[in-house]
């Protein structure tokens, strides 16, 4: 379950969202996962664009930012297959007793 829930304060979401930045740099499902969370709490909660300390934001860029994270998911399944989007079958066609 998320760390991340309607409860979180604004700040918690901003640390969240800063803390798991990183998921490429790290190689870590967990943080995309978490920055994924982060960016949509953060587009329903945010006006149409919106500013933080200095910088500005908008719903849009954080969609994307969280489908960018997506992608990394689907391009780097968990190597025990546990959260992994990839299915694969076995195929027996060539099996020779």
């Known amino acids: 379950m998320s760390t991340l829930s309607s409860s979180s304060t604004d700040a918690e979401v901003w640390a969240a969202y ?51 994270a997506q992608a990394w998911l689907n391009a780097n399944p968990g190597s025990s297959g546990a959260g992994s989007s990839r299915v694969r079958f076995g195929d ?5 007793d």
Request: with cysteine; charged share 30%; net charge neutral.
């Open 18 to 68: 800063d803390d798991n930045a990183s998921y490429q740099e790290d190689s870590s499902r967990t943080q995309a996962l978490l920055f994924q969370t982060a960016c949509r709490i953060l587009a329903r909660r945010l006006p149409l664009s919106g500013g933080r300390d200095g910088q500005s934001f908008s719903r849009e860029s954080l969609r994307e930012e969280a489908q960018a």
């Open 92 to 96: 027996f066609r060539d099996f020779r």
